[in-house]
């Protein structure tokens, strides 16, 4: 069985969209709701409806995508009025959330607080707002932000973290998630502000930022497995881990399980193949644990070997 939970909330199978490609409008979700997605997670929401950032934005590449979005949603009374019909697929719904300002992230975590929806996942890892900085770096900021938000509600909370890529960032970041009542982390986001340049055109793929944009797909597995395993080494136990970052198959699924991931999210994939991919996904995964002789998702998570 591919059953599993996030937060005390159950989750009929493994694999759910990421927060970000096809997730934006009800349309969208709805097709979501209809998949054999574990959950429905929603585009990141902003207090106002936004655009999002000048085209060309978004490039698929040999192994992933880069892109610069800029926060396009619908904004958040958007998101809270439709959260009872999306409850009506009967899977969970994940609110993601993306305030421009802490203030914001407030306001919206009280509303959401006030719906029906099943877990907060508050994104501090947004790398294509300019001159907005990632939260996810400034571990003051971290700080400073869960004292806030974690008094506005019961809900299960979990944030979406940036990539780390030096071990005493893993360790200051687990000690102070360690301090908070959060549910679960969501990790990674896009490695952001990576550059792609198009030789033949001797220009950026994308247009915002002046080419600037978050990496995505098969590029950034190996950082996603092991920002997943060096958080599930520090964090209590009743921290839950969701695993994105490249998974495009079960055996990708499979290993971020390895790594302490108690259900994974895809982005990419899911843009580059619709949402098809979930039950193809979850299909692999299922089909590797029985070869594998293994029961269940859970005997499996967290169970890397040591050499
Ligand atoms: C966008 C990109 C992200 O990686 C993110 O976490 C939130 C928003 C975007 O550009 O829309």
Redesign the pocket.
């Given at each position: 069985t591919l059953q599993s939970s996030i937060g005390q909330v159950t989750l009929d199978s493994y694999v759910m969209n990421a927060?970000?490609p096809r997730c934006s409008s009800a349309e969208e979700l709805h097709l979501i709701g209809r998949s054999n997605a574990a959950a429905i997670v929603t585009?990141?929401c902003t207090i106002l409806p936004?655009e999002?950032?000048a085209e060309p934005?978004y490039r698929d590449l040999e192994l992933g995508a880069i892109?610069?979005?800029?926060?396009?949603?619908l904004g958040y009374n958007a998101y809270l009025d439709l959260v009872p019909e999306l409850l009506e697929h009967n899977k969970p719904v994940v609110v993601?959330i993306?305030g421009l300002s802490l203030a914001d992230n407030e306001t919206m975590v009280k509303a959401f607080d006030g719906s029906d929806a099943s877990l907060l996942e508050v994104?501090f890892?947004?790398?294509?707002?300019a001159g907005k900085p990632?939260t996810a770096y400034d571990f003051e900021q971290v700080e400073n932000s869960l004292t806030r938000l974690c008094s506005l509600t019961d809900k299960p909370l979990g944030i979406?973290l940036?990539p780390y890529f030096d071990m005493s960032h893993f360790d200051s970041m687990a000690e102070i998630l360690n301090r908070f009542p959060i549910a679960f982390i969501s990790t990674i986001?896009?490695i952001?502000n990576t550059l792609i340049i198009d030789p033949q055109t001797e220009r950026a793929v994308i247009k915002?930022k002046g080419g600037f944009?978050?990496l995505?797909g098969q590029y950034v597995k190996p950082i996603g497995l092991a920002n997943v395993h060096a958080f599930r080494q520090r964090l209590r136990d009743d921290i839950d881990i969701v695993g994105v970052g490249g998974i495009y198959n079960g055996t990708d699924a499979f290993e971020y399980a390895l790594a302490g991931a108690s259900a994974v999210q895809v982005a990419t994939s899911f843009q580059q193949q619709g949402e098809g991919c979930f039950q193809r996904i979850n299909d692999e995964l299922a089909a590797l644990l029985e070869a594998k002789g293994y029961a269940s998702i859970k005997e499996v998570i967290g169970q890397l070997k040591a050499f």
């Open positions: 927060s970000g585009k990141s936004r999002g950032n934005r892109q610069s979005m800029g926060l396009p949603n993601s993306s994104n890892s947004c790398p294509n707002i990632q979406k940036a986001n896009s952001g915002p944009g978050g995505c």
